[in-house]
């Protein structure tokens, strides 16, 4: 009884959510970023039919920016799984064969030996404060 209950609400939930964020124009969800793209995809959002479009408008950002995420630390985990589930692990190669800022490269590059706190690594530029050189805040590509 309880199943059905929550199955039922967890359907309404899901079709709320994309009644309210979903642009079928545009093939998008909230903003358009790259973020609410894969929280749609992951969390189940995202109609059969409309999951090629999302992927399509989400890989085209993605090359947009030289193969570089939009994503901050929380949706990161997200843009790696989604990725990786709907078979886009040469996306994901590319965005991890970079050197250019914002990758994991650019920080080893310049002389990071562990993850850091944001995409410039242990590189100062004027007026910045040395952010943490030990922070897992980045850590999702380890999964």
């Known amino acids: 009884m309880d199943a059905e209950k929550y199955s039922e609400l967890a359907w309404n939930i899901l079709s709320a959510f994309h009644k309210t ?3 079928a124009n545009a093939h998008t969800y909230a903003t358009g970023s790259q973020a609410a793209g894969v929280f749609a995809l992951g969390m189940g959002a995202v109609s059969p039919s409309e ?3 999302v992927l399509v408008h989400l890989i085209n950002d993605i090359r947009q920016r030289n193969y570089h995420t939009s994503c901050g630390e929380v949706a990161l985990p997200s843009w790696f799984r989604m ?10 190669y590319e965005f991890l064969s970079r050197i250019d800022r914002p990758s ?9 030996t562990s ?3 944001d995409w410039f ?5 004027r007026g910045q404060q040395l952010t943490s050189q030990n922070h897992f805040m980045f850590g999702a590509v380890d999964e």
Do not use: K, R
């Open 21 to 23: 964020f979903f642009n």
């Open 51 to 53: 999951q090629e479009n």
């Open 104 to 112: 994991y490269g650019y920080a080893i590059v310049h002389g990071a």
């Open 115 to 117: 993850l850091t706190e």
């Open 83 to 92: 990725l990786s589930h709907y078979g886009h692990d040469d996306i994901v």
């Open 121 to 125: 690594g242990p590189v100062l530029t």
